[in-house]
């Protein structure tokens, strides 16, 4: 609706524009004229003389620059009017394309995510959306400037066809040489494209890498990276500016050329019709600004195209894997997950990450997932929170396919501790209170004393008030595992997932938090990834993975006793552990 009302202020705009300018005819033939009825071959200069025809000689001066003077206001209030719809589309629209794409990130399907490259998502969110709303602001612009050139010639065929006509020969050439000048910039805007891409790739990777780029002396290294980068970004808009910016010059020059040509063909011609030909030329005036910034916003909607191209791709919703939720509402465990012949592949073209799978994970027991490294652990996690969805084969919640349940439903079910822990740049009460936004202070505080958490919180500088940083910088692993941990037990799940949760921790740590599990897995469903075979020793089932696919499956006991691939790798590591 805002579109509609921007170009109708826009039109309006321009005609009080054009009528207080046409208003110089009558104005300037009262100065060189006596006569109070004034009339001219010309109908439109005709039809405005009349307008005065009652208002006397000596007024008639004043009468019509107060009418000019009034068209002037009402045009300007029009114009600020519509500055300010104009601003609060362009907000909005800015709004609506970030918070598009971000929806995106959130339900897309995880494996989408995954093969594309972060930086350039992220450059897409943060940069390709604002040129994008710049691209439909200035596609709007076109539009209106259009309006306003249409009024314009109107006006000027009225006052005269046949100087109009040549004016619009002239014009149509001067604006076909400059999109011979700048046919290059729709290329141009893609390698802009490309070299931001490119630029906030090393942001991304140079400022999350940072441990690793000082540890190995690679500092400058990394700044002739980024400088490449950021240099290339540099020359490419660059060039951008240099063929954008010629439209300006070489229109302004070519149009003071006609402009001047005219004046002196119509002088010649007729030196009476002076009061029309200076009215015609100050039309001209105005009107070539419009057709100058039609060839400006031509060319940067030009650059701008594939930014816009980027915004699209990525909001198109056909080609792109989602988790949909379903429509069963979920409220507790009753028996099960079962996984029936169920088959994975992250990519069309990737080999199977797990194949026919079929387990089940029973309510309130625990059930420890264990393999070497790429055995398909992790994928199982993630179909069991449908991260992903299964390829062929399906997964069982009781007596449902996972997928026909509510999905918030599910996943309020489930928490998971794993060793890779995200902390959120904020206090260590909100990162507590993720896992339930509605706990309150005091289930916050028995959650991390649970956790073993309460002490080493208190005695941080502001308690549970600090401020943890990015990604929990200022903790160390074992207060970030806790956190974790107590994030977890403040949300009272059903179904708790240990993902290698102690795995990286020293002793005392891994004891704090193994002492927190026993107590937080009693009388829930836990699953279990873990390499330290020693933390898995109690639970009620074992499944062995490797390569994708179940190679054994009971109690520690019964596993020892197969004396196959959970054997030795039992063996192995105590063999280690004593060494």
């Not at 040489?177 to 802009?192: N, P």
């Not at 490119?198 to 500092?219: N, P």
């Amino acid at each position: 609706m805002a579109i509609p009302i921007i170009v109708i202020l826009g039109i309006l705009s321009s005609l009080f524009e054009g009528l207080g300018i046409s208003l110089f005819i009558p104005l300037l033939q009262s100065v060189v004229q006596t006569s109070s009825s004034v009339t001219d071959s010309n109908f439109f200069v005709d039809f405005l003389n009349r307008i005065f025809i009652h208002v006397s000689t000596n007024n008639r001066f004043i009468i019509i620059t107060l009418c000019i003077l009034g068209s002037i206001i009402f045009k300007n209030c029009l114009v600020y009017g519509n500055s300010i719809l104009f601003a609060w589309l362009n907000a909005r629209i800015g709004h609506r394309l970030r918070s598009g794409i971000f929806q995106q990130f959130l339900t897309l399907s995880y494996s989408f995510l995954e093969k594309n490259e972060s930086s350039k998502l992220m450059n897409t969110l943060a940069s390709e959306t604002w040129r994008t709303g710049q691209a439909l602001s200035t596609l709007i612009g076109i539009i209106i400037t259009n309006c306003t050139v249409a009024i314009y010639t109107i006006i000027l065929l009225l006052i005269s066809w046949q100087l109009t006509l040549l004016v619009s020969v002239l014009i149509i050439l001067v604006s076909l040489g400059i999109r011979l000048v700048t046919r290059q910039v729709k290329h141009l805007g893609e390698q802009a494209v490309e070299a931001n891409s490119a630029l906030a790739k090393r942001m991304w990777e140079g400022y999350s890498g940072m441990k690793v780029i000082r540890a190995f002396g690679r500092e400058a290294y990394e700044q002739e990276l980024f400088d490449a980068a950021s240099n290339k970004v540099v020359n490419t808009f660059f060039k951008l500016d240099i063929v954008s910016g010629i439209v300006q010059p070489i229109s302004e020059i070519l149009s003071a050329v006609i402009l001047m040509l005219i004046l002196v063909i119509a002088l010649l011609i007729d030196r009476n019709a002076l009061p029309n030909l200076l009215t015609f030329i100050f039309i001209l005036y105005r009107l070539q600004p419009r057709v100058q910034q039609l060839d400006s916003s031509r060319v940067s909607l030009l650059a701008l195209s594939s930014s816009v191209d980027e915004v699209m791709s990525l909001l198109e919703s056909f080609d792109k894997p989602y988790i949909h939720s379903g429509t069963i509402p979920f409220k507790s465990l009753e028996q099960g997950i079962y996984f029936e012949s169920v088959e994975f592949r992250y990519n069309p073209q990737d080999k199977l990450a797990i194949q026919d799978i079929s387990i089940c994970i029973p309510r309130g027991k625990t059930t420890a997932i264990v393999g070497p490294s790429g055995a398909g652990k992790s994928t199982i996690i993630g179909l069991i929170c449908r991260f992903y969805d299964t390829s062929s084969g399906e997964i069982y919640i009781d007596n449902f396919p996972i997928r026909e349940l509510n999905l918030t439903d599910w996943r309020n079910q489930i928490a998971i501790v794993s060793q890779d822990i995200y902390m959120f740049s904020t206090t260590v009460l909100e990162n507590i209170a993720y896992g339930r936004l509605d706990a309150t202070k005091k289930e916050i505080i028995a959650a991390a004393k649970l956790a073993n958490a309460h002490e080493f919180i208190s005695q941080l500088p502001q308690g549970y008030d600090t401020k943890v940083g990015d990604r929990g910088i200022r903790l160390s692993g074992g207060q970030r595992q806790r956190i974790a941990l107590a994030r977890a037990i403040v949300r009272n799940p059903e179904i708790l997932i240990l993902d290698e949760a102690t795995n990286a921790l020293d002793s005392i740590a891994e004891h704090l938090i193994q002492d927190a599990l026993n107590t937080l897995s009693q009388d829930r469903t836990v699953i279990v990834i873990a390499h330290r075979l020693s933390t898995i020793e109690q639970a009620d089932q074992i499944v062995v993975l490797d390569e994708g696919r179940v190679m054994e499956q009971g109690n520690l006991q019964q596993l020892l006793k197969i004396n196959g691939l959970f054997a030795q790798l039992y063996h192995l590591q105590y063999r280690n552990a004593s060494n």
